[in-house]
C-alpha cells in the first residue's frame, strides 16, 4: 500500500491522496480506488476467523446438550472452501474455527479483527443467530446477517410476515405446537382461519429447517396431525402448514452493492442480484429433493434465460431487491420461490446463509451457477462478498471497527 489518506477515516466518500512523489497535486480518489487500498491493507494485516459448525457431540464444546431445533450440519467442508478462497486471494491470516463454547478463547488466542460465519449454529432455538450474537458482544465484525435478521430469514412462519406486509406473495400458513393439543383441522384457529374450505394437498414442515429435511406433501387435511407430531419430535419446534404449490421452482440471490470481476471491485448503486435459476423437479417430485439425499448438480438447475424467461426473471429480481432493500439486509440471501396455478410467483422461503460451495465438475451451489454469465468466479464471490462487507464497515462506520481503520493505516 502506497496511497496515504489526508483524512481520518469514515471522514467521507472522496479522500484527497497525499501523493507520495510531494510535489504532485492531489487527486481525488474515488470509494472503489480507496476500498481497493485499504483491502490491499487488511490482506496483509487482518486475521480472520472463518467460522462452520461446532458438534455438540464433542467434548467441551457445550456444557449441556440440549435438541436442535433446526437440523444440524457442521458446514466445514464450505467453510474450508471459502477460507482457502481468501487466501487464494491474498488474506495472510485465516483460521478455521468451529462455533462452540471455546469460540470467543479461540478467537481472542488468535487475535482475530474480523469473520466469515458459514455456521448454521450448534443447538438450542434460533441457532444461526447464536454465533453472530457472540460476534456483536465481542465487537469483532464479521460477513453475515446480523442476529435478529438472522433469525428473522432462518425463522419461516416470522420472515412470511414481514413478506406479506411488503405486498409480496407467499402461501397461505399456519403453525402448530403440542402445546395446543393434537392437531385437528376442525377446532384449530389458525388453520381455519388459513385454510378454510381448501381441500389440500398441504406441505408440512419445520418453522426453521434446511435441505427440504423433514418436508412433507400431505393430501388430505385428515392426515396434517400425525406429521406434525412426527416432525415436532424431530425438531422440538413449532411447525408449519403451507398451502402446496404446484408450479415451477426458482431460486434468486441478492447480495450488496459491491462486486468483483477478475479481481477487479466495482461499486454498484444498487444490490447484486444472482442470475435466477429454475430448480428442475423429477416426474414424480413432488418437492425438491434435499442436497443431502442427491447433489445439486448442474442438470437439476436450470439457469433462466432472457430469451425465454425475461418476464419471469424481472419478476422475480423485483421481489429479491424489495426483500433486501425493505428488510434492511446488509449481506447475501437466496430465496427460494414458487408459481402457484394461477402462475403468481410466492416466496417459500429465505437461506440467510446460502450454500457457498466451490463449483467442482457437475456439481454447484445455486449461487455459483450464474456467476460465469455475470463474469465473475468463485474468488470473485468471495471477494464481493468480504470487499461488500468491509466497504459497509468503512463507509456507515457499523459496528464501529477502530481495529479495523488502525490496520489500514500505514
Ligand atoms: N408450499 C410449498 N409448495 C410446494 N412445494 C414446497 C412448499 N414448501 C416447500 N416446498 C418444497 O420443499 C422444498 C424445501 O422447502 P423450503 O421451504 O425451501 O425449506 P428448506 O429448503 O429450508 O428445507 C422446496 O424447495 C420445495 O420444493
Ligand atoms: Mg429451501
Not at 129 to 139: Q, Y
Not at 162 to 168: A, D, R
Not at 310 to 318: A, C, N, Q, T, W
Request: proline share 7%.
Amino acid at each position: 500500500m502506497d496511497a496515504l489518506l489526508d483524512m481520518p477515516p469514515g471522514s467521507g466518500d472522496f479522500p484527497v491522496l497525499r501523493d507520495i512523489a510531494g510535489d504532485r497535486p492531489p487527486r481525488r480518489l474515488s470509494r472503489v480506488d480507496k476500498l481497493e487500498t485499504q483491502i490491499a491493507a487488511l490482506k496483509e494485516r487482518m486475521n480472520i476467523a472463518v467460522i462452520h459448525g461446532g458438534d455438540k457431540e464433542e467434548p467441551g464444546a457445550v456444557m449441556y446438550r440440549i435438541p436442535n431445533t433446526r437440523p444440524w450440519k457442521s458446514y466445514q467442508a464450505v467453510a474450508e472452501q471459502i477460507a482457502d478462497s481468501l487466501r487464494a486471494l491474498g488474506f495472510r491470516s485465516v483460521h478455521l474455527l468451529a462455533e462452540n463454547m471455546h469460540l470467543s478463547e479461540e478467537m481472542q488466542a488468535r487475535q482475530i479483527h474480523f469473520a466469515w460465519l458459514n455456521s448454521g449454529g450448534v443447538q438450542g432455538f434460533n441457532p444461526v443467530a447464536h454465533a453472530p450474537s457472540m460476534l456483536e458482544l465481542l465487537g469483532v465484525p464479521y460477513v453475515g446477517h446480523n442476529p435478529l435478521i438472522s433469525s428473522i430469514l432462518d425463522n419461516k412462519p416470522v420472515f412470511k410476515l414481514e413478506v406479506t406486509k411488503l405486498g409480496l406473495n407467499t402461501a397461505a400458513f399456519t403453525t402448530w405446537h403440542p402445546t395446543q393439543g393434537r392437531f385437528d383441522p376442525a377446532s384449530h384457529p389458525g388453520f381455519q382461519r388459513a385454510f378454510r374450505g381448501h381441500a389440500g394437498p398441504f406441505v408440512v414442515k419445520p418453522v426453521s429447517g434446511r435441505a427440504s429435511l423433514h418436508v412433507h406433501v400431505i393430501d388430505e387435511a385428515v392426515d396434517l396431525a400425525d406429521c406434525l407430531q412426527e416432525v415436532f419430535d424431530a425438531t422440538q419446534n413449532h411447525v408449519m402448514i403451507e398451502d402446496f404449490l404446484p408450479g415451477r421452482e426458482f431460486c434468486i440471490a441478492i447480495a450488496g452493492s459491491v462486486t468483483a470481476q477478475s479481481r477487479s471491485l466495482s461499486l454498484g448503486s444498487a444490490p447484486f442480484i444472482f442470475s435466477p435459476v429454475e430448480r428442475v423437479l423429477g416426474d414424480e417430485e413432488r418437492i425438491f429433493t434435499s442436497m443431502d439425499v442427491r447433489p445439486i448438480s448442474t442438470d437439476r438447475m436450470r439457469l433462466l434465460s432472457l430469451d425465454t424467461d425475461g418476464e419471469v426473471i424481472s419478476r422475480l429480481e423485483k421481489i429479491a431487491m424489495t426483500v433486501f432493500s425493505e428488510l434492511g439486509l446488509e449481506t447475501l440471501i437466496r430465496l427460494d420461490l414458487r408459481m402457484c396455478d394461477n402462475g403468481e410467483i410466492h416466496i417459500l422461503e429465505a437461506n440467510p446463509k446460502p450454500d457457498l460451495k466451490r463449483p467442482e465438475g457437475n456439481k454447484t451451489s445455486i449461487v455459483s451457477v450464474g456467476l460465469e454469465r455475470c463474469g465473475m468466479d468463485y474468488d470473485d464471490l468471495i471477494l464481493s462478498l468480504i470487499a461488500d462487507r468491509i466497504d459497509l464497515l468503512f463507509s456507515q462506520r457499523r459496528g464501529a471497527p477502530d481495529h479495523l481503520h488502525t490496520l489500514i493505516q500505514p
